[in-house]
């Protein structure tokens, strides 16, 4: 069950905080609309990966849209290289 706190409770930020573990965040509201969510470092650290990821992805893609695609031949070389060195 989430954990839905108005964002006046951070003056008694000790206990806000006791609530907020790995993979439970704490969402806070101002003015009864979501506004910020509070999670733990290692939540942080996987949404963080996630989407550097997610931007590498995308660049390859355009890459590969704007300057064409490698073969299947050139790309496993070139990883084999990288691989060896």
């Known amino acids: 069950m989430p954990q839905i706190k108005p964002v006046s ?3 008694n930020y000790p206990d806000v905080l006791k609530n ?3 993979g439970h965040p704490v969402y806070l509201t101002k003015n009864g609309t979501g506004r ?3 999670i733990d470092i290692e939540d942080y650290t996987v949404v963080e990966a996630a989407g550097r990821l997610s931007f590498e992805l995308m660049r390859g893609r355009t890459s590969g849209e ?3 695609w490698i073969s299947k031949e050139n790309m496993r070389a070139h990883f ?6």
């Not at 084999?80 to 060195?85: K, P, T």
Request: glycine share 12%; net charge neutral; proline share 0%.
């Open 9 to 11: 409770e951070l003056r």
């Open 20 to 22: 907020v573990k790995v």
């Open 36 to 38: 910020y969510v509070l």
């Open 66 to 68: 704007t300057d064409g």
């Open 80 to 85: 084999g290289e990288r691989a060896n060195a």
